[in-house]
């Protein structure tokens, strides 16, 4: 997998097929692998005539690993996010972001949004307004001895994926207590790109997903239905759905 440099880092990343580019920016403790080759992303993009960039945000996947909160945020990743599209030479990209990466997502719309074409955020509702659910007791779990340890319902989830997904449990530990680049309904309200806001009926991390649609202008909502956060990322109603709306993105 190839890499590039970000503020001094190490960072891998994915750049296949042709056409207009689509960046895809992975949830915490996911990955390229997991999140978008995993559930066939790639290969739909791809097969839509598409050009896919794909980022291992810092301290996930193969990108390199942090163990200070102080190099994590979705402010600092997002910079990660724009200096790849530099490193590409690539002036403008639809973003699609999963959780975390939806945070990110939201984020360069707002304070970049001459660099984005479109914004798709995936497994993220009203809870973009808000900080991680649970933070504090998500970082604490995945630094447990067991998961047996562990109480919290969210942070016994967490744990589970990152066991799941080989990923670096301190380094994700790190990030989850990082500030949070919180966003408000004024900076929301500021997004000016075409923006699809997709979640799981039985998504119990994101937030509502009506709420979050009805604060950025021209927004539209995509249900994914009888999905949880975990089991939307790979829904064929979130590939269709996300398919159609690059369709009729100006």
Same mark, same amino acid.
């Given at each position: ?11 891998a990343y994915r750049d296949e097929g042709e056409g ?113 659910? /649970?933070? +504090?007791?998500? %970082?604490?779990?995945? &630094?447990? $001895?067991?998961? #047996?340890?562990?109480?919290? !319902? ?51 991390? /994101?937030? +509502?997903?009506? %709420?979050?649609?009805? &604060?950025? $202008?021209?927004? #539209?909502?995509?249900?994914? !239905? ?25």
């Amino acid at each position: 997998m190839p890499t590039f440099q970000s503020d001094g880092l190490e960072l891998a990343y994915r750049d296949e097929g042709e056409g207009a580019p689509i960046l895809l920016i992975h949830g915490f403790a996911s990955s390229i692998d997991v999140n978008w080759s995993g559930t066939g992303w790639i290969e739909t993009l791809k097969k839509d005539g598409r050009r896919v960039i794909a980022i291992d945000n810092r301290g996930h996947g193969n990108s390199e690993k942090l163990y200070d909160p102080a190099f994590y945020g979705a402010d600092v990743m997002a910079g990660d996010a724009i200096a790849l599209l530099d490193q590409l030479d690539i002036d403008r990209a639809d973003v699609m972001g999963y959780s975390m990466g939806a945070r990110i997502t939201a984020l360069l719309a707002i304070r970049k949004a001459e660099r984005v074409r479109s914004a798709i955020l995936g497994g993220m509702g009203e809870g973009l307004l808000h900080g991680a659910p /649970s933070a +504090d007791a998500i %970082a604490e779990g995945l &630094l447990a $001895p067991s998961v #047996e340890d562990i109480t919290n !319902p969210m942070a016994k989830m967490f744990r589970r994926f990152a066991e799941a997904t080989n990923s670096d449990r301190r380094a994700l530990a790190a990030c989850m207590r990082a500030q949070r680049s919180l966003v408000d309904a004024g900076m929301l309200g500021t997004i000016k790109v075409p923006t699809l806001v997709a979640v799981g009926t039985e998504d119990e991390v /994101s937030g +509502d997903l009506d %709420a979050l649609v009805k &604060l950025i $202008p021209g927004a #539209e909502a995509l249900p994914i !239905p009888r999905r949880d956060h975990n089991r939307a990322v790979g829904d064929k109603v979130y590939k269709e759905g996300v398919l159609s709306f690059l369709s009729r993105r100006p």
